[in-house]
């Protein structure tokens, strides 16, 4: 079975089959692999890996994927603190390092794909939490995810399988 990548283009759009839609990258553009850093708002380059699949179950239903799905939990968090030995990885909360709070009052994180970046295992300060989730109004810049219209990101959670990823590029 060979391995679907989904391109990611640096000019703010990402091709489905047969379709072309908008997504919204890091904030401060790309970075080449080697070069990513905690905090700098850029999106790495190359393939990244579909992980897993994260979803609000008080929200949506469960995606239609074959992607391994779990519900996001009030208690959920992924650390994104080099200094603790939880960095880059899903966190129950509280917890007293730095991490993002994965139940936002707004939409971002209604479905959240985890991608493949420093996960094998991770190095501390190269990076943590890129996703591939929900964009906000405008498709304003993220921390360095990419981001989709919730309706296209569904459409595209339908169509993968494991082993996909996204192909991000120049």
């Known amino acids: 079975m060979a391995i679907r990548q989904i391109i990611v283009h640096v000019d703010g ?3 489905l089959p047969l379709i072309t839609v908008p997504c919204a990258i890091g904030r401060t553009g790309v970075c080449i692999r080697e070069d990513k ?3 700098d708002g850029k999106t790495p380059l190359g393939f990244l890996e579909f992980r897993r699949v994260y ?3 008080d929200r949506l239903s469960k995606p239609e994927t074959e ?3 779990e519900t996001i939990e009030q208690d959920f ?3 994104d603190d080099p200094a603790s030995p939880d960095y880059n990885l899903a966190i129950k909360l509280p917890n007293p390092a730095h991490h993002e709070v994965m139940w ?8 959240v ?3 493949g970046w420093n996960d094998d295992p991770p190095i501390q300060g190269k990076g943590s939490a890129i996703f591939l989730h929900v964009a906000k109004e405008g498709f304003t810049p993220t921390e360095g995810c ?7 990101l569904l459409e595209l959670l339908r169509i993968v399988r494991p082993g996909d990823g996204l192909m991000v590029c120049t």
Do not use: F, N, Q
């Not at 936002?104 to 479905?111: G, H, I, K, L, M």
């Not at 990419?146 to 296209?152: S, Y």
């Open 104 to 111: 936002r009052a707004d939409p971002t994180y209604d479905v």
């Open 37 to 39: 850093i905690e905090g």
């Open 55 to 57: 979803y609000r179950s």
């Open 77 to 79: 968090g992924w650390c």
């Open 13 to 15: 759009t990402l091709t």
């Open 113 to 115: 794909v985890v991608l």
């Open 67 to 69: 992607l391994e799905c």
């Open 146 to 152: 990419v981001a989709l219209a919730l309706d296209d």
